[in-house]
C-alpha cells in the first residue's frame, strides 16, 4: 500500500476552509487505496495522535498567535475573550513587522516543528508522496525541505490559497506582497515534482515567469462537489420548524467579507416574515452579528466557530444558503461548492461585478444574486420573491457533469498518475 503525508494548517474537527477542501483530497485518496496520514495544528483538546474517518492525524504545537485566537473566537462574548483576540490580533502584527523582509512567513520554530515531525514520521513509514498545502507557508517550506533531504519522495505543492495573487494587505502595497510571494515560489517551485494552482488564478500564472514552471503546473479547482445529501443523511434537524432558516457558514472580515449589509436587509424583511439568519462564522466581523442578534430579538443567531459536523447539519437543514463574495479578490469562497451541491436555494451578495463567484453561479439554476450597490427596497423585494417562490431542489446527479472540476477525483486522478508512474 502507498503512503501519503499531507502537511497543512487548521484539520478536523474544527477546520478552516483549507482543511475541509484538504479533507476531501484525503478521503478520496484513502478510497483508492491509500494510506493517507495529516500533519495540522494542534488545537486545544485536540489529541496529539488520533485519526478521523480514517485518516491517521499527528497534531504539531501552533504558534501563539494561532492558540490564543482560537481560544478569543471560542470565547467572543466575554471580556476575556475580546482583550485576547486584541492581544492576538497585536502579536501577529508584531510579528509580520519582524518577519517583514520573509513575509507571508513569521514562524521559523513551525517550520522546525513541521519538519522535525515529518522526518520522524518517514522514517517510520516510508511515505511515497509528501504534498504541502497553502497556506500556512510554513508547510510549504518544510515540504521542500523534506524533498531536499529525500529526493526519493515525490513532492507535491497544494496552493488553496495563493502566494503571489493575494488582494491587498493593510499597510503593505499590493505589488510589495506579489513580488514577496514570487520570491517564495520560486525557492519552493524547484523541488516541487507536481504543482496544485487553482482555476481562479488560471491567468496569473499565464505569467511568462512561470514557463519554466509549466511542465509542472496543473490547474485544478476547489474540490468541494460531493454527494451532500446522502452524506448527511444521518443529521437530524437542529432547527425548530416555524420559521424559514437561512444559512450563512465560513469566514467574515472586515473590508474584504463583511455581513453588514446583509443583516440590515434581514432584519428589515423580517419585519413582517417568519425568518431566522444563522451565522457559522470565525473572523473579525462578529462583533457586527452580535449586534444585529440584539436587534433582531434574536431571529439573527450567532454560532460562531463550530466543529464540522454541526455546520454539516445547518446547512443540511437549511431553507436557504447565504454566500458572500469576496472583494477586490480572484479567491473564490471555497463553501460555494459545498452549498452548489446541495441543490438548496442560495442567495449571493456581492458588490462588484468581477466577484470571482458569479463564474460559477451562473451555471447554477437555484440562485439569486443580490448586488449591494442596487436599490435597497427592490433587493428586499426580489429576495422576498426568491424565497417564497416554490421551486424543487436540484438534482445532485445533474450538477456533477457542470462541476466535474470541483470534485475531489479530478485532482486525485493527478496525485494517482504522479504514484502510479
Avoid at 104 to 119: C, G, N, Q, V
Avoid at 225 to 252: A, E, H, R
Avoid at 272 to 292: D, M, P, V
Wanted: aromatic share 16%; hydrophobic share 35%.
Amino acid at each position: 500500500m502507498k503512503k501519503i503525508l499531507i502537511m497543512m494548517g487548521s484539520y478536523f474537527p474544527k477546520p478552516m476552509a483549507n482543511g475541509i477542501c484538504t479533507h476531501q483530497i484525503a478521503l478520496e485518496l484513502k478510497k483508492n487505496g491509500y494510506d493517507v496520514h495529516v500533519i495540522c495544528f494542534n488545537k486545544s483538546g485536540d489529541l496529539k495522535e488520533d485519526t478521523y474517518e480514517g485518516i491517521i492525524i499527528h497534531r504539531v504545537k501552533m504558534r501563539m498567535f494561532f492558540r490564543l485566537r482560537f481560544y478569543a473566537e471560542d470565547n467572543i462574548n466575554t471580556w476575556k475573550g475580546k482583550c485576547i483576540y486584541k492581544v492576538a490580533m497585536i502579536i501577529n502584527k508584531i510579528k509580520k513587522l519582524i518577519y517583514a523582509p520573509f513575509y507571508p512567513m513569521t514562524s521559523p520554530i513551525f517550520i522546525y516543528r513541521y519538519y522535525k515531525l515529518a522526518k520522524r514520521l518517514h522514517k517510520e513509514n516510508n511515505f511515497d508522496i509528501i504534498i504541502s498545502v497553502y497556506n500556512p507557508l510554513e508547510a510549504l517550506i518544510a515540504g521542500s525541505m523534506m524533498k531536499k533531504k529525500y529526493k526519493e519522495i515525490n513532492f507535491a505543492i497544494y496552493i488553496l490559497d495563493t502566494l503571489s495573487n493575494s488582494p491587498k494587505v493593510k499597510f503593505l502595497s499590493k505589488s510589495w506582497t506579489e513580488w514577496k510571494g514570487w520570491q517564495w515560489e520560486k525557492r519552493i517551485y524547484k523541488y516541487a515534482d507536481i504543482i496544485f494552482n487553482m482555476k481562479c488564478h488560471e491567468e496569473h500564472h499565464k505569467k511568462e515567469r512561470y514557463d519554466k514552471y509549466i511542465d509542472k503546473m496543473k490547474i485544478v479547482d476547489i474540490p468541494l462537489f460531493t454527494n451532500f445529501n446522502n452524506d448527511t443523511k444521518q443529521f437530524c434537524n437542529p432547527f425548530d420548524k416555524y420559521n424559514i432558516q437561512w444559512v450563512y457558514s465560513g469566514t467574515l472580515y472586515l473590508g474584504g467579507r463583511d455581513p453588514e449589509y446583509l443583516c440590515k436587509i434581514f432584519t428589515e424583511l423580517n419585519n413582517k416574515y417568519n425568518n431566522r439568519l444563522h451565522f457559522y462564522s470565525r473572523g473579525n466581523c462578529e462583533h457586527i452579528i452580535i449586534k444585529y442578534q440584539d436587534k433582531s430579538n434574536d431571529t439573527i443567531v450567532r454560532h460562531g466557530y463550530v466543529d464540522r459536523h454541526e455546520m454539516l447539519q445547518a446547512i443540511s437543514y437549511a431553507d436557504i444558503l447565504i454566500s458572500i463574495g469576496n472583494q477586490e479578490s480572484d479567491m473564490i469562497p471555497s463553501k460555494i461548492f459545498e452549498y452548489i451541491s446541495t441543490g438548496k436555494k442560495i442567495i449571493h451578495f456581492y458588490k462588484s461585478f468581477n466577484d470571482s463567484s458569479i463564474v460559477y453561479y451562473k451555471d447554477y439554476a437555484n440562485v439569486l444574486l443580490i448586488n449591494e450597490n442596487d436599490n435597497f427596497f427592490e433587493n428586499i423585494n426580489a429576495i422576498k420573491k426568491f424565497i417564497y417562490h416554490k421551486q424543487n431542489d436540484i438534482l445532485v446527479d445533474n450538477l456533477k457533469k457542470i462541476y466535474i472540476k470541483n470534485t475531489p477525483e479530478y485532482t486525485v486522478n493527478f496525485i494517482k498518475k504522479i504514484l502510479e508512474d
